[in-house]
């Protein structure tokens, strides 16, 4: 299990999720525990000959990118590549156990499976997941994904705009979170570029010149095994690591869209200000329609700004080549404004912009 820096809390273990939106560990829900016998050799007999979407990386890393925001980026290399084959070539090729080559398998559950998995997808505990979605007043259950890894794979830290029931069946992960106030220490890509929503940070061998606030993150650890569910809450940072010496990994998430806004209560929380930092961004890289422009076009509205002289800017030295318009994320952290629901509709017709949006940027 790889060592890591950070200091971490352990996540509590529930029977059920709290309405704090903290992540907890669900224990004996029995949630998936009609799948409780998958393993490879049942789902190779029972999942049918459709085709599963697989990827492949040579770093063990699964860090996902957009393939649409590509040609934002000219220079971007994907790190991965994924393919279309059979369940039954998936486990051939996994089981070769090729250090060089790691492979992943993430599909959505659908009307593709063969009839056993159908019934046993139907034999969840559903009455316990819409009883969260109810109690907790998420949105309604939008997809379920499944996932099939080999031991040692991780999925670099990325948030989701989802709220996210993660089911494990077989094998064991290691889970780091870090709640939405840790948005400045995990420097995250622009909107436009592929890696939207991870982590510009390698956790293996952080750049603490480029990344300084790294050093400062605080975050929850917590190990999932068979029949355990974790909650992870929408704009929560995770890392994922699948151990090594448990075999192969099978998981099944639930997501659920976000709570319905019915009345805006201040202050406004992180996740809220992760939503509207996005939201920002954007109506910007949407206004301007070239990327290039971006940062040019924050530093000028910024030290334009009346309200905020340059002088009167904070000093922080921005962690890489996106210097510019990448900061815009941690400035709003680290200078966060609450806004009405009419301040917010102003902004978005372009009358007040540079009054919610301060960017940091030293010479």
């Given at each position: 299990?790889?060592?890591?820096?950070?200091?971490?809390?352990?996540?509590?273990?529930?029977?059920?999720?709290?309405?704090?939106?903290?992540?907890?560990?669900?224990?004996?829900?029995?949630?998936?525990?009609?799948a409780?016998?998958?393993?490879?050799?049942?789902?190779?007999?029972?999942?049918?000959?459709?085709?599963?979407?697989?990827?492949?990386?040579?770093?063990?890393k699964?860090?996902?990118?957009?393939?649409?925001?590509?040609?934002?980026?000219?220079?971007?290399?994907?790190p991965?590549?994924?393919?279309?084959?059979?369940?039954?070539?998936?486990?051939?090729?996994l089981?070769?156990?090729?250090?060089?080559?790691?492979?992943y398998?993430?599909?959505?559950?659908?009307?593709?499976?063969?009839?056993?998995i159908?019934?046993?997808f139907?034999?969840?505990?559903?009455?316990?997941?819409?009883?969260?979605?109810k109690?907790?007043?998420?949105?309604?259950?939008?997809?379920?994904?499944?996932?099939?890894?080999?031991?040692?794979?991780?999925?670099?830290?990325?948030?989701?705009?989802?709220?996210?029931?993660?089911?494990?069946?077989?094998?064991?992960?290691?889970?780091?979170?870090?709640?939405?106030?840790?948005?400045?220490?995990?420097y995250?890509?622009?909107?436009?570029?592929?890696?939207?929503?991870?982590?510009?940070?390698?956790?293996?061998?952080?750049?603490?010149?480029k990344?300084?606030l790294?050093?400062?993150?605080?975050?929850?650890?917590?190990?999932?095994?068979?029949?355990?569910?974790?909650?992870i809450?929408?704009?929560?940072?995770h890392?994922?690591e699948?151990?090594?010496?448990?075999?192969?990994?099978?998981?099944?998430?639930?997501?659920?869209k976000?709570?319905?806004?019915?009345?805006?209560?201040y202050?406004?929380?992180?996740?809220?200000?992760?939503?509207?930092?996005?939201?920002?961004?954007?109506?910007?890289?949407?206004?301007?329609?070239?990327?290039?422009?971006?940062?040019?076009?924050?530093?000028?509205?910024?030290?334009?700004?009346?309200?905020?002289?340059?002088?009167?800017?904070?000093?922080?030295?921005?962690?890489?080549?996106?210097?510019?318009?990448?900061?815009?994320?941690?400035?709003?952290?680290l200078?966060?404004?609450?806004v009405?629901?009419?301040?917010?509709?102003?902004?978005?017709?372009?009358?007040?912009?540079?009054?919610?949006?301060?960017?940091?940027?030293?010479?």
């Open positions: 299990m790889r060592r890591y820096q950070e200091k971490a809390t352990i996540i509590p273990k529930r029977l059920e999720t709290s309405q704090s939106q903290q992540p907890v560990i669900i224990t004996g829900s029995d949630l998936v525990g009609s409780y016998h998958w393993n490879l050799d049942y789902l190779c007999a029972h999942l049918g000959y459709g085709l599963y979407t697989v990827y492949s990386s040579t770093s063990g699964f860090k996902y990118y957009d393939e649409k925001k590509v040609p934002n980026v000219p220079s971007f290399k994907p991965t590549s994924h393919t279309d084959m059979t369940f039954q070539d998936f486990v051939s090729i089981r070769q156990k090729n250090d060089s080559k790691w492979i398998l993430q599909q959505p559950l659908n009307d593709t499976v063969g009839p056993r159908e019934m046993d139907k034999g969840f505990n559903w009455d316990f997941a819409y009883r969260q979605m109690k907790n007043r998420w949105g309604p259950l939008t997809s379920n994904l499944l996932l099939v890894g080999m031991e040692g794979v991780i999925t670099p830290a990325h948030y989701d705009e989802q709220e996210n029931l993660f089911a494990q069946i077989q094998g064991y992960k290691r889970f780091l979170l870090f709640h939405p106030d840790q948005f400045e220490c995990l995250p890509y622009p909107i436009f570029h592929p890696h939207d929503r991870q982590s510009q940070v390698d956790f293996d061998e952080p750049d603490l010149k990344f300084p790294f050093s400062k993150l605080k975050g929850y650890e917590g190990i999932v095994g068979p029949k355990d569910v974790l909650y809450p929408m704009y929560w940072w890392q994922v699948s151990l090594q010496g448990h075999g192969e990994t099978i998981s099944c998430t639930f997501w659920f976000a709570a319905p806004t019915e009345k805006v209560v202050p406004l929380n992180a996740g809220q200000k992760v939503a509207i930092m996005r939201n920002i961004e954007k109506m910007i890289a949407d206004t301007l329609k070239d990327n290039k422009n971006m940062p040019h076009f924050m530093k000028t509205m910024v030290q334009g700004s009346a309200d905020r002289p340059p002088t009167a800017l904070p000093s922080f030295r921005p962690p890489c080549d996106w210097r510019f318009f990448g900061t815009i994320s941690i400035a709003a952290m200078w966060p404004v609450a009405s629901e009419e301040e917010f509709a102003e902004v978005s017709h372009g009358t007040k912009l540079s009054c919610f949006i301060v960017l940091c940027y030293e010479n």
